[in-house]
């Protein structure tokens, strides 16, 4: 199974501000949405947020205002720039491309954010 490839998780103090990227091999093409999810101990998978191929993003309500998803659809590239964390956002983060239904996931990035 292809994975995406993930960097940016670490330490975080409440507050402060991360910034997460996703890089799908060139393999995957004809990406739609790309995507974070995140899973905390404990608690099932959710979505984070999303972004289409014409730039549409959603969010999850716990995050609206403070994380941004960007795209770089040549670089088969998604971002996630995460500011004003909070320790409630800690979990493992996962990238997700979805091709038509196909879905591609990395092996997760820790995020932890101390209060």
């Known amino acids: 199974q292809v994975q995406l490839v993930e960097s940016g998780g670490g330490l975080a103090q409440a507050g402060g501000s991360l910034r997460l990227s996703c890089v799908a091999p060139?393999?995957?093409?004809?990406?739609?949405?790309m995507g974070w999810y995140r899973q905390a101990p404990g608690k099932q998978r959710e979505l984070v947020a999303s972004i289409t191929n014409g730039g549409f993003p959603n969010y999850a309500d716990s995050v609206k205002g403070r994380f941004t998803i960007s795209r770089d659809i040549p670089k088969n590239t998604v971002y996630l720039q995460m500011n004003s964390l909070k320790p409630e956002d800690t979990a493992v983060y996962y990238c997700?491309?979805?091709?038509?239904?196909?879905?591609?996931w990395g092996q997760g990035t820790q995020v932890t954010v101390s209060s």
């Open positions: 060139g393999s995957i093409f004809r990406i739609t949405i």
């Open positions: 997700n491309a979805d091709r038509s239904g196909v879905h591609y």
